[in-house]
C-alpha cells in the first residue's frame, strides 16, 4: 500500500475533526469496465482483516474481495478537477472491457 503525505495528512484531520479512531478501511465499492472503483471510511477491524499501519493509521483491506482486484493500493489526495481522496490498484487494468459493459465503446 502506497499513501501519500498529504492523503495521510487530510486522513489524521479528519480523525481530529471527528473524533474518529484513525482505523481506515479501504473497500472495493463496485467494479466497471476500468476496473474496480475504491471506497474510503472510517471502521473497526473485523475478522478476515487485513492491516497495514502506516503514519499512525491503520488501513483495513478485506482478504475476500481485495486481492482479486489490486495487486496494492495507491492513496492521493487531490485537489483537480476537485478535491478528494483517489484510490487506485497497482494492477494494470485490461484494455477492453470485451463489449460487455454499456458506455464504454467497446
Known amino acids: 500500500m502506497k499513501v501519500s503525505q498529504v492523503a495521510i495528512e487530510k486522513i489524521l484531520d479528519a480523525v481530529k475533526e471527528h473524533n474518529e479512531k484513525p482505523t ?35 488501513f483495513i483491506t478485506d482478504t475476500e474481495y ?3 482486484y489490486a495487486d496494492g493500493i495507491n492513496i492521493d489526495f487531490v485537489t483537480e478537477p476537485s478535491e478528494g481522496f483517489v484510490i487506485t490498484s497497482l494492477r494494470p487494468v485490461a484494455p477492453s472491457c470485451g463489449g460487455g459493459c454499456s458506455g464504454c465503446g467497446q
Not at 469496465?33 to 502506516?54: H, L, N, R, Y
Open 24 to 58: 481506515v478501511r479501504i473497500y472495493v465499492a463496485g467494479v466497471a469496465c476500468s476496473g474496480a472503483k475504491f471506497g474510503i471510511a472510517f471502521d473497526d477491524v473485523k475478522e478476515g482483516d487485513e492491516t497495514t499501519e502506516i503514519s499512525g493509521l491503520t
Open 66 to 68: 481485495m486481492p482479486v
